[in-house]
């Protein structure tokens, strides 16, 4: 017989008691997929539900890297390994889940896209505060975010404060290394710019990793971060040409070239600068 029995001492009597739906206020998640188009488009569902899923995914992105800030801040790093571990697999999914919304084509998509009117990811502000997390300041980008104030807000706090990589550089100062003062006291809104001592720390802690082996393997896991971020970029970026080639965007941009110009961004540039000037060890 291809069943299986229900164990008599599962519960089924779950009036007043908390329950599945009720935790995870099911209700509320799975009423707030509404298409737009009218008559609803069938690959609306999966426009939305990507995008949402997305956000969630990103939502508990943000709570881990400001968690990792704090560990920063008290100087311990080895809980923040763990959590880079979770969030490089969080990035892996948000990387590979690009493959569901490529079975979007063009001409599906034209038939709903005239409902999204001037809505685009552009204004999505969990992304923002990623960047600002990461060390991305750009005070333009709160723009859309103006008419809501708590979001508006909830930036301004991002853009004020030190990123990961910027609390990195003032753990490094505090353990001696010659991190120059103006990278550990500085206007936290401005961009990150490289410096060319902060390469030369990295340098030293590349090559001789046996003597800082925690900030080496922050390096490390920092550079993960990064890759995986920009992997994320590029693919949205091929999603968006194979969907609507090189038209403009919904948010006002010029499509396809405006998203190839964040390719060119880097978070933590003297990590990447560093792997150039590294020599092999004496005698090899
Ligand atoms: C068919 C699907 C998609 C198309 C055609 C598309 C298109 C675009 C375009 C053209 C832009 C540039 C801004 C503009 O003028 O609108 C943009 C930005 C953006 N999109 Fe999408 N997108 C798609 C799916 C997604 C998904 C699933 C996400 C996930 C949340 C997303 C997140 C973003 C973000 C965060 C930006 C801002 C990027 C930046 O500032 O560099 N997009 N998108
Ligand atoms: N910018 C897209 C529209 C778009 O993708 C979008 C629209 C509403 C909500 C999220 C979106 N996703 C990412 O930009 C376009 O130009 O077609």
Not at 143 to 166: C, T
Not at 183 to 201: G, I, L, Q, T
Request: glycine share 6%.
């Amino acid at each position: 017989m291809n069943k299986r029995e229900l164990e008599p001492g599962i519960f089924t009597d779950l009036a007043g008691r908390t329950t599945y739906g009720e935790y995870l206020q099911l209700d509320r998640l799975l009423s707030a997929q509404v298409p737009r188009s009218q008559p609803p488009h069938h690959d609306e569902l999966l426009f939305i539900i990507q995008h949402q899923t997305s956000e969630l995914w990103m939502k508990l992105l943000v709570h881990e890297l400001t968690a990792v800030i704090r560990y920063i801040q008290a100087d311990n790093l080895e809980p923040s390994f763990k959590i880079f571990s979770r969030v490089g697999h969080i990035q892996r999914m948000l990387f590979e889940q690009w493959s569901v919304l490529e079975t979007l084509t063009p001409n599906e998509y034209l038939e709903f896209r005239g409902a999204l009117g001037q809505a685009s990811g552009f204004q999505s502000h969990q992304y923002r505060a990623l960047e600002f997390l990461l060390g991305h300041k750009d005070e333009h980008s709160l723009g859309p975010f103006k008419h809501i104030p708590g979001v508006h807000a909830q930036l301004e706090r991002f853009l004020h404060s030190p990123s990961v990589y910027d609390e990195f550089l003032r753990h490094l100062s505090r353990q001696g290394h010659a991190v120059p003062a103006d990278r550990v006291e500085r206007d936290w809104r401005e961009p990150y710019e490289k410096s060319a001592a902060v390469m030369e720390v990295f340098r030293h802690i590349y090559e001789n990793p046996e003597k800082h082996w925690d900030a080496y393997e922050m390096c490390e896991k920092l550079v993960d971060v990064e890759e995986r971020f920009q992997l994320w970029r590029y693919r949205h970026m091929m999603t968006v040409m194979r969907v609507i080639g090189f038209k403009q965007g919904t948010g006002g941009s010029s499509g396809v070239g405006f998203l190839r110009k964040a390719l060119d961004l880097r978070f933590f540039p003297e990590l990447w600068d560093v792997r150039t000037e590294l020599a092999p060890p004496a005698g090899r």
